[in-house]
């Protein structure tokens, strides 16, 4: 059964610290998006990769975080430093564009972060 | 820019009931269209989408949706809810293609009641 796969699924921190959450896509799909998830703004798209190059990152804060894809089967989202307003669920999603694509998303079940 | 509203923050309907989640959305062109559902501490998992064709849509779980394209919209119904279709519901757009990424709407959260 293809899932996307997160890590860490809780994780806590203090101020200050680095966060990294890791995400390993659904075999075969070549469109990776992170998510963040708050009660105030919903669903906010951070940044998204087509065949592990970045596409869009306009949503995410550039000081301090940070999206890569070191290869086709690892996404990593990172926070340095990490701010308790970065408080939130963080989301994979892949999908599979193109002539066999269907637009649909299939999402990780999210890395929980709390800055205290 | 497009955008996707879902005017209702909170729905409360008895078991059995039945159930219309409403969506409306903003694009320059007909958009696909999706509706997903997130159960507590979950991720979110589709329901239906709708790229073309027949304007009314079935999805897994008894639910449907009709796309409306004179109303912008894309509402959710399913005929008799059951206690475990509480959770949050997200309609989301994107752009007619594939491969985009999804603009969500801020979700409608569902409580059924004995």
């Known amino acids: 059964d293809a899932r996307v796969t997160q890590t860490p699924r809780d994780k806590v921190t203090e101020m200050g610290q680095e966060v990294t959450m890791r995400c390993q896509p659904i075999?075969?799909?070549?469109?990776v998006f992170w998510y963040r998830q708050t009660m105030m703004q919903g669903l906010e798209l951070l940044a998204y990769f087509r065949n592990r190059a970045p596409l869009d990152d306009s949503g995410m804060p550039k000081d301090r975080f940070s999206a890569e894809m070191p290869d086709a089967t690892l996404a990593t989202l990172k926070i340095q430093p990490s701010e308790p307003r970065d408080s939130a669920v963080y989301f994979c999603a892949s999908g599979l564009p193109g002539t066999s694509g269907t637009g649909e998303l299939f999402f990780g079940e999210g890395s929980r972060l709390t800055v205290l | 820019a497009q955008s996707v509203t879902q005017p209702d923050i909170h729905i409360t309907v008895s078991e059995g009931a039945s159930l219309e989640l409403r969506c409306n959305y903003s694009y320059g062109a007909t958009p696909y269209l999706f509706w997903y559902v997130q159960s507590p501490g979950q991720g979110l998992q589709l329901l239906l989408k709708?790229?073309?064709?027949?304007?009314l849509v079935q999805g897994i779980k008894g639910f449907e949706a009709e796309f409306k394209r004179s109303q912008s919209s894309f509402n959710l119904r399913k005929p008799s809810v059951h206690w475990s279709d509480a959770a949050e519901y997200f309609c989301?757009?994107?752009?007619?293609?594939?491969?985009?990424?999804?603009?969500f709407g801020k979700g409608t959260s569902l409580l059924v009641t004995p």
């Open positions: 709708y790229f073309s064709g027949d304007t």
């Open positions: 989301a757009v994107g752009p007619p293609h594939s491969g985009y990424a999804l603009n």
């Open positions: 075999l075969g799909h070549n469109t």
